[in-house]
């Protein structure tokens, strides 16, 4: 335990200065968005101008990168909320100037695209000098992509600041994500550099759901009338590749595969404080846990027992997993064995699960790290042979109580990520229903198949990416690891190449191994 705190500690910031710090930021963007393609009467040209730019110049670890900036482009004609679809553009210098960077030149380089969302919270356009995502922009133009950084509608957008009407629910951000990209496509000729058949998203947590949820659904049919509503262009909104971190994802069935692991954990640590994250004005207590990301679920260090219902509630969605999971008919893509479990939840897709955190144990035990006072590890001299996730889960420990996405009382960010136009939280699921504290409606069908990438993935009609990078810490609590590697194992099954871990010591956080990220992209770009 001592071994596992150390860690954990080593990776703590001050939470009231990075929640002040993201708020300062996001208010300041706030008073300087000047949109720049106005026509008036509310409607937007959709022609990118390649004039209109500043050069600049930034420092990041002594290394000073120079790069054309355009910003505040509203990627739609007709926006719900322009500030929220809106994107900016980074290009490095060395193109404009006919040169390469890292065997790329202004017709190659790879399009980035980050987004900052979280929470399913709505993200401004990020830009290099935010405190949050300004590092990722900077070392990503270093490496000689061209980054493009959309704003993105989320759960909390209004029309307007006088509106009372939400129009950021689901399935908004990843209508809006779509839309920037054939934004992209539709000024191909007009950019000054990128390859708009090399985009490759990339996200955290909600984030990197949306940046799943981009991946595997483009050009789906069954998004175009979101689209023409806010008069995307007429443009493919395919991608290139796709980078998941800790991928909030497949909401309809995360309650059931949470349960599955935790289920015998009786005590869960998540606060009744729910996200937008606080500031300054609302500090966190003291309890609070200090390594959590933008717009997560405040964990509180003190841990609360489940109540009779929730422990209800957790029976019968561990003996749903079993079910959902043998439906899918997933394959171990090394041996092509069906991954089936038992009413017990017992059988080869837990073997499958359980080798991922194998793998990440063994990784670390080969770098160095000491795993003997882990009793979830099993090691047989310097080989790590199994892991027990029974134990795992104690030592990880429950973080949200069942169910963990759905809540009874509606109280969840996905609950209100589900919600009406009139900012009223729906249920997803019928369990979550049925055994309600708090009576509320189930979402339209429609809205729930829109937002699970699980729903597109081998379609005639849909051009999945072809290339996917999906990562979930090995103490990550956010979401069972049973999640992202459901996703991964369709994709692999439908003829994707994915690369697909589990790091180890990481919980719920992304973009920590940029080099690696870059990298990946760099193997299947050039």
Same mark, same amino acid.
């Given at each position: 335990?001592?071994?596992?705190?150390?860690?954990?500690?080593?990776?703590?910031? /001050?939470?009231?200065?990075?929640?002040?710090?993201?708020?300062?930021?996001?208010?300041?963007?706030?008073?300087?968005?000047? #949109?720049?393609?106005?026509?008036?009467?509310?409607?937007?040209?959709?022609?990118?101008?390649?004039?209109?730019?500043? &050069?600049?110049?930034?420092?990041?670890?002594?290394?000073?990168?120079?790069?054309?900036?355009?910003?505040?482009?509203?990627?739609?004609?007709?926006?719900?909320?322009?500030?929220?679809?809106?994107?900016?553009?980074?290009?490095?210098?060395?193109?404009?100037?006919?040169?390469?960077?890292?065997? %790329?030149?202004?017709?190659?380089?790879?399009?980035?695209?980050?987004?900052?969302?979280?929470?399913?919270?709505?993200?401004?356009?990020?830009?290099?000098?935010?405190?949050?995502?300004?590092?990722?922009?900077?070392?990503?133009?270093?490496?000689?992509?061209?980054?493009?950084?959309?704003?993105?509608?989320?759960?909390?957008?209004?029309?307007?600041? $006088?509106?009372?009407?939400? *129009?950021?629910?689901?399935?908004?951000? *990843?209508?809006?994500?779509?839309?920037?990209?054939?934004?992209?496509?539709?000024?191909?000729?007009?950019?000054?550099?990128?390859?708009?058949?090399?985009?490759?998203?990339?996200?955290?947590?909600?984030?990197?759901?949306?940046?799943?949820?981009?991946?595997?659904?483009?050009?789906? #049919?069954?998004?175009?009338? %979101?689209?023409?509503?806010?008069?995307?262009?007429?443009?493919?909104?395919?991608?290139?590749? /796709?980078?998941?971190?800790?991928?909030?994802?497949?909401?309809?069935?995360? $309650?059931?595969?949470?349960?599955?692991?935790?289920? $015998?954990?009786?005590?869960?640590?998540?606060?009744?404080?729910?996200?937008?994250?606080?500031?300054?004005?609302?500090?966190? #207590?003291?309890?609070?846990?200090?390594?959590?990301?933008?717009?997560?679920?405040?964990?509180?260090?003190?841990?609360?027992?489940?109540?009779?219902?929730?422990?209800?509630?957790?029976?019968?969605?561990?003996?749903?997993? #079993?079910?959902?999971?043998?439906?899918?008919?997933?394959? +171990?893509?090394?041996?092509?064995?069906? =991954?089936?479990?038992?009413?017990?939840?017992?059988?080869?897709?837990?073997?499958?699960?359980?080798?991922?955190?194998?793998?990440?144990?063994? +990784?670390?035990?080969?770098?160095?790290? &000491?795993?003997?006072?882990?009793?979830?590890?099993?090691?047989?001299?310097?080989?790590?042979?199994?892991?027990?996730?029974?134990?795992?889960?104690? %030592?990880?420990?429950?973080?949200?109580?069942?169910?963990?996405?759905?809540?009874?009382?509606?109280? /969840?960010?996905?609950?209100?990520?589900?919600?009406?136009?009139?900012?009223?939280?729906?249920?997803?699921?019928?369990?979550?229903?049925?055994?309600?504290?708090?009576?509320?409606?189930?979402? +339209?069908?429609?809205?729930?198949?829109?937002?699970?990438?699980?729903?597109?993935?081998?379609?005639?009609?849909?051009?999945?990416?072809?290339?996917?990078?999906?990562?979930?810490?090995?103490?990550?609590?956010?979401?069972?690891?049973?999640?992202?590697?459901? =996703?991964?194992?369709?994709?692999?099954?439908?003829?994707?190449? *994915?690369?697909?871990?589990?790091?180890?010591?990481?919980?719920?956080?992304?973009?920590?191994?940029?080099?690696?990220?870059?990298?990946?992209? $760099? &193997?299947?770009?050039?």
């Amino acid at each position: 335990m001592k071994f596992k705190n150390f860690l954990i500690a080593a990776v703590c910031i /001050s939470a009231v200065n990075f929640f002040a710090n993201a708020v300062e930021a996001e208010e300041s963007m706030k008073s300087d968005f000047r #949109p720049v393609n106005a026509l008036g009467l509310g409607e937007y040209n959709l022609e990118f101008n390649p004039i209109g730019f500043d &050069s600049r110049t930034a420092e990041i670890e002594g290394k000073s990168i120079s790069f054309r900036a355009y910003e505040n482009i509203v990627y739609v004609k007709n926006p719900k909320n322009a500030q929220y679809q809106s994107l900016n553009i980074y290009i490095p210098q060395n193109y404009l100037d006919g040169k390469s960077i890292n065997g %790329y030149t202004s017709k190659t380089a790879p399009i980035f695209m980050p987004t900052g969302v979280g929470g399913y919270m709505p993200s401004l356009a990020q830009t290099p000098d935010d405190r949050m995502g300004g590092s990722t922009i900077l070392k990503a133009l270093e490496r000689g992509y061209v980054v493009v950084s959309p704003a993105i509608r989320g759960r909390t957008t209004v029309a307007d600041s $006088d509106s009372k009407l939400y *129009v950021g629910k689901a399935p908004a951000f *990843v209508v809006d994500f779509k839309a920037a990209v054939r934004f992209l496509r539709a000024n191909r000729d007009r950019l000054p550099a990128g390859d708009v058949e090399k985009i490759v998203s990339n996200g955290t947590s909600a984030g990197g759901a949306l940046s799943a949820l981009l991946g595997a659904t483009g050009n789906a #049919p069954d998004y175009e009338k %979101y689209l023409r509503e806010i008069g995307a262009a007429q443009e493919r909104d395919d991608i290139f590749a /796709s980078s998941d971190y800790c991928p909030i994802t497949n909401l309809d069935h995360a $309650d059931a595969a949470y349960e599955w692991i935790f289920h $015998d954990v009786l005590e869960a640590h998540q606060s009744n404080r729910q996200a937008p994250p606080p500031d300054m004005k609302n500090p966190p #207590p003291d309890d609070s846990k200090k390594d959590r990301p933008m717009n997560a679920p405040v964990e509180n260090q003190s841990a609360t027992p489940l109540t009779d219902i929730e422990k209800k509630v957790s029976d019968i969605l561990r003996a749903e997993f #079993p079910i959902y999971v043998n439906s899918l008919g997933l394959k +171990d893509p090394s041996t092509g064995e069906l =991954l089936l479990l038992d009413a017990n939840g017992e059988g080869s897709f837990k073997n499958f699960v359980k080798s991922k955190y194998i793998e990440s144990a063994q +990784d670390a035990l080969n770098s160095g790290e &000491s795993l003997k006072d882990l009793d979830w590890i099993v090691l047989n001299g310097k080989k790590v042979v199994d892991v027990d996730l029974d134990k795992y889960a104690v %030592y990880a420990t429950r973080m949200k109580a069942p169910p963990a996405f759905d809540k009874l009382d509606l109280s /969840s960010g996905e609950n209100d990520e589900f919600a009406t136009e009139s900012n009223e939280p729906r249920h997803f699921t019928r369990t979550s229903k049925i055994h309600e504290t708090k009576s509320g409606e189930i979402a +339209d069908a429609d809205q729930i198949r829109l937002m699970n990438p699980m729903n597109f993935i081998g379609r005639e009609d849909v051009q999945v990416a072809k290339h996917f990078r999906i990562r979930h810490g090995a103490i990550d609590r956010d979401t069972s690891l049973a999640i992202p590697s459901i =996703l991964a194992l369709k994709l692999m099954n439908s003829g994707i190449d *994915v690369d697909f871990y589990s790091p180890w010591n990481r919980g719920h956080a992304g973009d920590y191994d940029l080099p690696e990220l870059f990298d990946w992209i $760099d &193997s299947i770009c050039k």
